[in-house]
């Protein structure tokens, strides 16, 4: 099966299994999860979340999705199937006149608060 179609559309990287970052990736949290996904498209924009999952779709290969790789049960990765690894997509961007903070999928915890911090409202006193 010839994945090149996914590789010439994405913006992000597309590993298998042998290539340098691959090990790297595949990687979570609980140390106990050893799962080999046999592709995983390490996504930039919604418009390579989308190509990925068309591209998994169309050559029914499973899919599991990887936001922060902190799920304890293992789902951000699958085997033989397409690992969408969304840690890059990891901006947050705040619109404060809106009171709105916009977040990738990828985001962690610490990246909204580095991002929050310089914004938050002093306690009122009660």
Same mark, same amino acid.
């Given at each position: ?22 090990? =790297? @990736?595949? !990687? ?6 050893? +799962?080999?996904?046999? /592709?995983?498209?390490?996504? %930039?924009? =919604? @418009?390579? !979340? ?6 998994? +779709?169309?050559?029914? /290969?499973?899919?599991?999705? %990887? ?60």
């Amino acid at each position: 099966m010839s994945h090149d179609v996914l590789r010439s559309v994405l913006r992000g990287e597309l590993l298998e299994p042998g290539t340098s970052a691959y090990d =790297a @990736a595949r !990687v979570v949290w609980n140390g106990l999860i050893d +799962r080999r996904p046999a /592709l995983i498209a390490r996504c %930039r924009n =919604a @418009a390579d !979340v989308i190509a990925a999952v068309n591209h998994a +779709r169309t050559h029914r /290969l499973t899919i599991a999705v %990887r936001s922060g790789g902190h799920n304890v049960a293992g789902y951000a990765v699958c085997d033989d199937g397409l690992m969408i690894d969304m840690s890059p997509m990891n901006a947050v961007h705040i619109a404060p006149g809106l009171d709105r903070v916009l977040i990738e999928g990828g985001a962690t915890w610490g990246d909204v608060d580095a991002a929050t911090t310089p914004f938050r409202r002093p306690r009122r006193a009660d």
